[in-house]
């Protein structure tokens, strides 16, 4: 049989990338993510318009969530943006995550209620004094994130957020719950199996594998050179949609494994594979 992505094979694979990125121009969206984006959009649209909203990515490791962050942030052109990245070597660090989300806005950290400022600049260390109470902490980033979202709309990623310090966690919980006629918009993505309850209670969007279609089209575009038919078959069966595991896995096997159909995945647990590659 012969390998999927030969000479013979070329001009399959250059019709399913065509249509594939004809079809990613006229919708705007990510390929296989069209209700997904158009949530955000959703989402974008009424933050812009004054009614604050918060969204909670849910999703396998490489499922896509961090694609979906970068989307959203294309798409809120004008905004302010800030972003935030949880960090397993500083999940015992208290507030580092929260650090980096208020950072760029501490410039009016003056302009904020005396109690409120002063437990802001307490915990990032600005000032010295007692613990503050952790309700001013979070009282005080509402009124940061809503005095700042006064001059333009406010659009706050927030990534791998399972990496979250508890402290921060704590805070983007209840500012989140709180946040009402705001121009703001806070996306959040967290990893299934690690971070279940992190952001818990937050509205939800559940980010699962693509369609086979979608998935054999990703794989067909980004294959690094011939698959064996089989080869290609097992990586779409193993993969099960996951867009990371299909851009990343064919590159860890040899070419002429992958090309004589001697390249079988192993029995490590998909994330495991991920994370190997």
């Given amino acids: 049989m012969e390998p999927v ?4 094979g ?13 079809a990613a121009q006229r919708t705007g969206t990510l390929r296989g993510r069209q209700s ?3 949530s955000l959009d959703g989402l974008l649209a009424d933050a812009a318009s004054g009614t604050s909203r918060v969204v909670v990515l849910r999703g396998e490791a490489g499922v896509g969530k961090s694609a979906l962050l970068r989307y959203a942030g294309e798409r809120a052109s004008g905004w302010r943006r800030v972003s935030v990245v949880g960090v397993e070597a500083e999940m015992e660090l208290a507030y580092s995550g929260l650090h980096q989300l208020c950072a760029p806005m501490l410039a009016n950290l003056e302009s904020l209620p005396a109690p409120q400022r002063d437990a802001l600049a307490t915990v990032f260390g600005i000032s010295s004094g007692t613990a503050p109470d952790p309700f001013l902490v979070g009282l005080a ?17 927030v990534d791998d957020a399972q990496w979250l310090d508890q402290a921060s966690a704590q ?12 121009r703001v918009a806070l996306v959040a993505a967290a990893r299934t199996g ?3 309850h992190v952001l818990d209670g937050l509205p939800e969007l559940p ?12 794989l067909l575009e980004n294959l690094p050179g011939p698959v064996d038919a089989p080869v290609f078959e097992q990586i779409v069966a193993e993969c099960h949609g996951n867009p990371l595991a299909l851009l990343e896995l064919p590159r860890a096997r040899s070419p002429a494994g992958l090309a004589g159909g001697f390249s079988l995945l ?10 190997q590659s």
């Avoid at 992505?5 to 013979?8: K, M, N, R, T």
């Avoid at 070329?10 to 004809?22: K, P, Q, T």
């Avoid at 805070?171 to 705001?182: P, T």
């Fill in 141 to 157: 980033t509402l009124t940061l994130l809503a005095e700042e979202a006064e001059r333009l709309p406010l659009l706050c990623l």
């Fill in 171 to 182: 805070i983007l919980g209840f500012v989140s719950r709180r946040l009402l006629a705001e």
């Fill in 10 to 22: 070329s001009n399959a694979r250059d019709d399913a990338r065509a249509v594939a990125n004809v």
């Fill in 36 to 38: 997904e984006c158009e």
């Fill in 194 to 196: 690690a971070g279940e």
């Fill in 5 to 8: 992505g030969s000479i013979a």
């Fill in 266 to 275: 192993d029995s490590l647990p998909m994330p495991g594979r991920i994370e």
């Fill in 207 to 218: 980010v699962d594998g693509l369609r086979e279609s979608d998935a054999r089209t990703l």
